[in-house]
């Protein structure tokens, strides 16, 4: 995202990237979904201190423990277990006896199974029970110290018992840092490749570009299918196996602005001036190119969530434990009367995605020196 | 005096708030000439395009267009389209867009007879080959079955004409019909136009911004500056007595004075020997090279230490490709000494200490900055590559320098191009090319694509240069008079190779060659050539 990095910069900004800025800023629209996707980015990324089943801080006998980052055996608060399971009532008792616990607002993890939900399979979202209704599974039902708003359902449960909420903010994390990492890799890789066709032409250009359509040629979703069934796929695997498609897709609008601007007379003009062809590239094409790349990056952003989403959502994508829209996407299709779930899935793909689309249009505007705002 | 054609009255054209043109007010009757002269945006085309409805959508028009009894403005899309092409014929700037590539011309001008006078087949063939005939195309049997291509660019604009006259219009409106055509063409599509003019009785409504051609062939002009009219008269009493401040400003602008004195003898600081351009011409399955276009065929020429050469010609003379084979921007053969250093058998590594010492101003200054970097950055790129020691702080120094000898203030440096006139660009590319200090500067046609007024303050100012900083340039031109205010001596090209060479007086004053005769004479004179035909066709290639 070249916006944010235009923005995130020291105060000390050129001329010309406070023209960009102001042009950014004067696209409202993209300048508000960039707040607003930038708080749900930031607050997802420390989804551990939003939705955990660990509290964040633990003091207990004087020793400050942190439980979101460190585990610790059971033995430690006089159990038994390898890991301590701080939302069993034995060790909130032990704790809470011995010190205090600082618990995130919503008290599961995306895996979390809670063991009080008010009823079997999928429960509704807690706005839609009654008080009653919410606790009536816990020991001492309303009076219990456990059925704080901490333990409720806010967008209620799937199937298995875990929290749709805690799922969504693990899931929405997942899908951009996958999205960002496909996104800029396959952008430098299509960039470079793009560039050096444009810029040299003659052999070089004939040739990777033959070999471009024959790679493109493969059929990519059922070689994904294969590799996903003989190697496990995590992240990086999934990620390498898309990155090996996904570059092609900038290629050939890069090396059209390359070959479009490679003898105009400002690039005749820098070869005159002695300029290497390295920085001829950089300084002189690459912002040309820079413009149709941007144009098309959101997309590729959202294509790769997308793309993500879809293999989660079909069953091929990330393991089982790990939180995803796409299981989530899946579940509410399987289970149709629990309409919150594919409902919660629908709407967050569909604003992230429009976000993204937003930002990326304002970008393009910044970087256009032609585009004048009143 | 006769009912006029065509009576114009407080003609005005908006855009959004700012009036682009405004209160126009003209006659025109039959048989007469009546020139629009004005600078770029003076408002002089978008009052031709709104006379007959073509206005963009977004300009709203106001006042009355009395053409023939029938008012214009405000008249029905029928009405207009029956008079557009059919009593009122148009001839546009560049016939190369203004046909289409597509067809032929023989179909192109069939078009307009078969949509306005029903002409079929047959007859509509007979009645092109006429017209082809008329605006002096030879062989039209030949050419009527060509595409816009194959023709020279007069041969286009003749073709244009023909399309235009195909209906015996009463009135024929020519927007700048000779700015995109050679000195010699030039002449003759004048010619043409003139003599047709009198074959048909027609009014002739040319737009200009060139003064000589108004004195050329108009009877009457009207001078425009920022959409108003600022004087209209007879071309004499125009001429001889200017009654506004604008037109006698206009008048004196065209390029004049001297060019800088030479030092004393000195040596040279670039030269070559017999320096060939071959483009090879391919075919066939295996690409073969069954020949050579020869841009640029064997020329010798030096350059002494503030010494300007002019290199004149027509396009596709190979000029062009003869100063861009110098700092060795396209492959050449042959010797190229520059400070006594060979040139052209370096690698491109080593030729850089080298380009610090030559430098370039292009002919398009819209083209020759890249929009996406501020001024500051283009002309302090030079600097970075010869001078990688300089700190920042000593760039921008140097920097603020050449941008203040070019006559331009420093905080432009923080703006990009596109807020900067033509002449301002120019001036940039100028700087950019000076702030490395080179010994020697290729001018290619810097100044033909500025208005008149600003060509001759850039003239001022490379001849200031040159005193100043005893700069050799290569001055690329196809204007003559703009050579003559500058070069001290002249080399005249055609076909790639040098028809004539020697001192810039004694050839404007004595020319030895048939070539250069007409040349001169179809600048100056504006006289055509005798054998008035332009069959050559047109450059294969297109280095200008």
Redesign the interface.
């Given at each position: 995202m070249s916006g944010a990095s235009e923005i995130i910069r020291p105060p000390r900004l050129s001329?010309?990237n406070q023209r960009r800025l102001a042009n950014f800023r004067a696209n409202r629209r993209g300048w508000w979904s960039f707040w607003i996707f930038l708080f749900f980015f930031v607050l997802t990324l420390g989804a551990e201190f939003v939705a955990n089943d660990r509290p964040i801080l633990v003091m207990y006998k004087g020793e400050l423990l942190t439980p979101a980052f460190v585990d610790y055996p059971e033995s430690k608060f006089g159990g038994f277990l390898g890991v301590t399971n701080f939302r069993h009532k034995v060790n909130i008792d032990e704790i809470e006896a011995n010190g205090w616990m600082l618990w995130p607002p919503i008290r599961f993890n995306h895996n979390t199974v809670d063991s009080f939900i008010a009823f079997p399979g999928a429960n509704p979202p807690s706005w839609l029970l009654t008080r009653e209704q919410i606790c009536q599974r816990y020991p001492e039902g309303v009076e219990d110290s456990f059925c704080v708003p901490g333990n409720y359902h806010w967008l209620g449960t799937d199937g298995g018992g875990r929290d749709v909420l805690a799922r969504l903010i693990h899931g929405f994390r997942i899908s951009i840092l996958f999205g960002l990492v496909l996104t800029v890799l396959s952008s430098i890789i299509g960039v470079v490749a793009g560039a050096m066709q444009g810029y040299f032409g003659g052999w070089v250009d004939l040739i990777a570009q033959r070999l471009i359509e024959i790679w493109t040629s493969v059929p990519s979703l059922y070689l994904l299918l294969i590799i996903s069934s003989v190697i496990a796929p995590n992240f990086w695997v999934l990620l390498g196996i898309l990155l090996l498609f996904s570059w092609v897709s900038l290629v050939g609008i890069v090396r059209a602005e390359f070959l479009r601007a490679r003898n105009?007379?400002?690039v005749?003009?820098?070869?005159?001036?002695?300029?290497?062809n390295r920085?001829i590239m950089w300084?002189?094409l690459l912002?040309?190119a820079m413009v149709a790349t941007l144009t098309f990056m959101p997309f590729i952003l959202s294509g790769s969530v997308a793309t993500l989403t879809s293999l989660d959502f079909l069953g091929f994508g990330l393991p089982v434990t790990a939180p995803s829209l796409g299981r989530l996407l899946s579940e509410g299709k399987s289970s149709l009367d629990a309409p919150w779930l594919a409902l919660t899935g629908f709407l967050t793909v569909a604003i992230m995605m429009t976000l993204l689309v937003f930002i990326g249009e304002a970008v393009r505007d910044a970087f256009d020196?032609?585009k004048t705002f009143r | 005096m006769s009912e006029p054609l065509l009576s114009v009255r407080d003609l005005s054209v908006h855009f959004g708030a700012g009036a682009a043109v405004d209160k126009v007010s003209f006659d025109l009757t039959a048989g007469e000439t009546l020139a629009l002269v004005g600078e770029s945006g003076s408002g002089k085309s978008i009052t031709a395009l709104s006379l007959l409805g073509l206005q963009p959508p977004t300009a709203s028009v106001t006042g009355q267009v009395h053409f023939d009894g029938t008012e214009l403005v405000g008249a029905a899309t029928a009405t207009l389209r029956a008079i557009r092409g059919n009593q009122v014929g148009m001839i546009f700037q560049e016939p190369m867009s203004s046909l289409n590539p597509v067809h032929t011309i023989g179909k192109q001008i069939g078009e307009v007879l078969a949509v306005h006078q029903g002409l079929r087949r047959n007859a509509a063939r007979a009645r092109t080959l006429d017209l082809l005939d008329a605006v002096g195309i030879p062989d039209p049997q030949g050419r009527i079955d060509d595409y816009p291509h194959q023709l020279s660019g007069g041969q286009r604009q003749r073709a244009m004409i023909a399309m235009a006259l195909a209906n015996e219009p009463k009135l024929l409106i020519a927007d700048e019909p000779t700015t995109a055509l050679d000195v010699t063409v030039q002449a003759q599509v004048l010619d043409l136009l003139k003599s047709l003019q009198q074959a048909h009785g027609m009014a002739l409504l040319f737009i200009t911004h060139d003064l000589s051609i108004v004195r050329h062939i108009a009877d009457r002009v009207c001078v425009m500056t920022k959409g108003e009219m600022v004087e209209t008269g007879s071309t004499q009493t125009i001429f001889a007595a200017p009654a506004h401040h604008y037109t006698r400003q206009l008048l004196a602008a065209a390029p004049a004075g001297d060019p800088a004195p030479l030092p004393a003898q000195s040596a040279n600081v670039v030269s070559t020997q017999d320096l060939k351009v071959w483009f090879p011409i391919r075919r066939g399955l295996l690409r073969r090279t069954v020949g050579h276009i020869r841009a640029v065929d064997g020329v010798d020429l030096g350059i002494r230490k503030g010494e300007t050469l002019g290199v004149v010609g027509e396009s596709g003379s190979g000029k062009s490709s003869l100063g861009y084979a110098l700092l060795r921007l396209i492959p050449s053969t042959g010797r190229i000494v520059l400070l006594g250093n060979e040139v052209q058998s370096r690698s491109w590594n080593a030729l850089r200490p080298l380009r610090k010492h030559m430098q370039i101003v292009f002919q398009d200054p819209f083209g020759s900055l890249s929009p996406r970097m501020s001024v500051g950055e283009i002309v302090g790129e030079g600097l970075k590559v010869h001078m990688p020691a300089l700190s920042a702080q000593e760039r921008d120094v140097k920097v603020a320098a050449a941008l203040k000898e070019v006559g331009l203030e420093v905080a432009t440096a923080a703006r990009y191009p596109h807020e900067f006139s033509g002449g301002q660009r120019q001036r940039i590319a100028i700087a950019r090319a000076l702030v490395l200090e080179p010994n020697f500067l290729v001018l290619d046609e810097p100044t033909s694509a500025l208005d008149v007024s600003i060509q001759s303050q850039i003239i001022d100012l490379l001849r200031d240069i040159q005193q100043r900083r005893q700069l050799s340039y290569l001055f690329i031109s196809h204007d003559l008079r703009v050579v003559k205010a500058l070069a001290h001596r002249l080399i005249v090209m055609r076909n790639g190779q040098v028809v004539e060479q020697g001192e810039a007086a004694a050839i404007f004053a004595d020319p030895q060659q048939a070539y250069t005769r007409q040349l001169l004479a179809a600048a100056f004179d504006l006289a055509a050539p005798p054998n008035v035909t332009d069959d050559r066709l047109p450059p294969p290639h297109t280095s200008e």
């Open positions: 001329p010309l105009f007379e400002y005749n003009a820098a070869r005159a001036l002695g300029v290497s920085r300084r002189h912002p040309n020196p032609r | -």
